[in-house]
């Protein structure tokens, strides 16, 4: 707590110093473990931005599902309500170049390779360690090609992924692994923002041979993803416990693309960050760009920034240290 109040006493250069909690200095080598894991202080500043994130996203999502219903007086119930997780697919053409594009993608060991303003995790458990990662799954980097690729499928899919979402949505961050055979990953929740949703492709397939992500849904028990080339599912990733189904011993590692869905005022399928690292954004990103003349006085993208800054600061310095025990329970995560 000495360092926020030490922040805090730096006046002009509190905002900069308070945003040091959450950012490393870039490059970051492989293998690296941010020595803000654990950290009291980042631990409570994390917890005071992601109740903060969390109310400005419900608030946009709020907003985005108003506008999205006014503009599509006929659109059903949300697909996502009844089903909690809905499965689909590429179509043919798209799954086949997809799983092309994908297999060429050069791979790298797992680092730290958040995109501005994406989310920080200092809680981070000792089963998410890049060494522990990399033994459990490769990952590799989106090359200019497969993006391309990546987003025609997916400008493809926008009006079913609107449909499941019930508004309008942007592509976020995306990740692209491997899970390797052997051991399945932890029961867990994302404990994200509940607006905030994943889409995971699989352009190999997913199903009990070749891997998949298994969810527990509280009234029909335990599914698992099951499809061909380019299946894709969009489920509850913030309610539903899931884990990562490794493939059976002797079977190739899982291809996974997973993708960051965010509620938007308009569709736009464009990945907007790539890396090996795939979170949410703490902000809407709508405040981007809103520089300029015109502007009313306090709302540029930038002064916006800095007051979320403080906030979180302030907030920080108020709440009560998280009881030991508590913090695998309050994100949901538990090793099976
Ligand atoms: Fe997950």
Not at 60 to 88: D, E
Not at 130 to 152: I, Q
């Amino acid at each position: 707590m000495d360092k926020l109040k030490d922040i805090l006493n730096a006046a002009g250069d509190a905002a900069r110093l308070a945003g040091q909690l959450e950012r490393e200095p870039a490059p970051l080598p492989d293998g690296y473990v941010s020595r803000l894991v654990g950290d009291p202080a980042a631990v409570q500043w994390y917890r005071a931005r992601r109740a903060l994130s969390f109310y400005a996203w419900d608030l946009y999502a709020a907003a985005a599902i108003k506008h999205y219903r006014a503009q599509n007086p006929k659109a059903g119930t949300p697909h996502l309500n009844a089903l909690r997780c809905v499965v689909n697919g590429l179509i043919p053409a798209d799954a086949e170049r997809l799983e092309a594009a994908y297999l060429a993608c050069k791979e790298v060991p797992w680092r730290d390779e958040r995109p501005e303003g994406y989310s920080f995790d200092p809680f981070e458990s000792p089963i998410s360690t890049p060494a522990y990662r990399d033994k459990m799954m490769t990952h590799r980097e989106a090359s200019p090609a497969f993006e391309a690729v990546l987003n025609e499928a997916l400008a493809t899919q926008a009006p079913k992924i609107e449909a499941v979402l019930g508004h309008y949505w942007a592509a976020g961050a995306v990740r692209l692994f491997s899970h390797k055979p052997g051991k399945d990953g932890g029961l867990h929740t994302d404990a994200w923002p509940l607006s905030l949703k994943k889409i995971m492709i699989y352009p190999s397939g997913a199903g009990p041979e070749q891997g998949s992500t298994t969810l527990v849904l509280q009234d029909k028990g335990a599914m698992s993803i099951t499809g061909g080339k380019g299946v894709w599912a969009i489920f509850e990733n913030s309610v539903l416990p899931h884990f990562a189904a490794a493939p059976r011993a002797g079977q190739a590692p899982r291809p996974t693309i997973e993708i960051t869905l965010l509620p938007a005022f308009r569709t736009d399928p464009t990945v907007k960050a790539h890396g090996i690292h795939v979170g949410y954004p703490w902000l809407p990103p709508d405040i981007e760009g809103l520089e300029g003349a015109g502007v009313p006085n306090g709302f540029t993208s930038a002064e916006i920034k800095e007051r979320s800054l403080l906030r979180t600061l302030l907030l920080a310095l108020d709440m009560p240290r998280e009881p030991a025990g508590l913090v695998a329970a309050n994100l949901g995560y538990r090793d099976t």
